[in-house]
């Protein structure tokens, strides 16, 4: 099976519009809300038996701790541990789907999260991991289905890693019911994949890393 984006080519930057965060203005962490579009995304060669389609995006080099997190006169060092963050669970996307728009799935950023679990073409979205991460903002606070695009600590020393992994599943529906995450798709899934595809992009707001300071 083979995944694709017209959105950026595999391995690049991911382009502001797809993201959740963005500079905006001069000066160390002045960063603010972007366009968060959902990213174009097609398939081919899909194996036969396919029934549906399952789509996780996750963030594998977010800071264990988060103490040096968005810290004005510091970085978060490199050689911190990390973790996954998950900003895209979809499952139970047709097994007649070839392709999905951009901005499809989300257009801006919405505080206190987008609606779910039910979404388009009669998929289900889980928890992306802004759910926890905004828990104590009362603000912010909310549930968080869908796609939330990339927008990692402004004074990280490494380049986040974004990927986007399609599972061709032998299902029609996916083995999870009510609300559910990531780390639950990805192992309720587990026994029925027939095949899977990546597509990956990097994003960083570390000014120094962009070679603006």
Request: charged fraction near 20%; hydrophobic fraction near 35%.
């Amino acid at each position: 099976m083979k995944l694709w984006s017209d959105s950026w080519p595999n391995g690049e930057r991911i382009p502001a519009r797809c993201a959740a965060g963005k500079i905006d203005g001069p000066g160390v962490g002045a960063v603010g809300f972007s366009d968060n579009l959902s990213p174009h995304l097609a398939w081919s060669e899909v194996p036969a038996g396919t029934k549906s389609f399952a789509l996780i995006c996750h963030d594998f080099d977010v800071p264990s701790r988060g103490d040096d997190v968005n810290q004005p006169d510091r970085e978060v060092p490199a050689d911190l541990p990390r973790v996954d963050f998950f900003h895209w669970v979809l499952v139970d996307l047709p097994a007649s789907a070839g392709h999905i728009g951009e901005g499809e799935f989300s257009r801006g950023f919405t505080a206190r999260g987008k609606s779910g679990p039910a979404t388009l073409h009669g998929a289900r979205h889980g928890f992306n991991d802004y759910t926890g991460w905004f828990a104590s903002n009362a603000d912010m606070a909310g549930s968080y289905f869908g796609y939330d695009g990339p927008f990692p600590p402004f004074n990280d020393s490494l380049v986040h890693h974004y990927v986007f992994t399609l599972y061709a599943l032998g299902v029609a529906r996916a083995p999870v019911e009510g609300t559910f995450t990531g780390a639950q798709v990805r192992e309720a899934i587990y026994p029925h994949v027939l095949a899977e595809a990546t597509h990956s992009g990097t994003y960083t707001l570390n000014r120094r890393l962009l070679g603006q300071g």
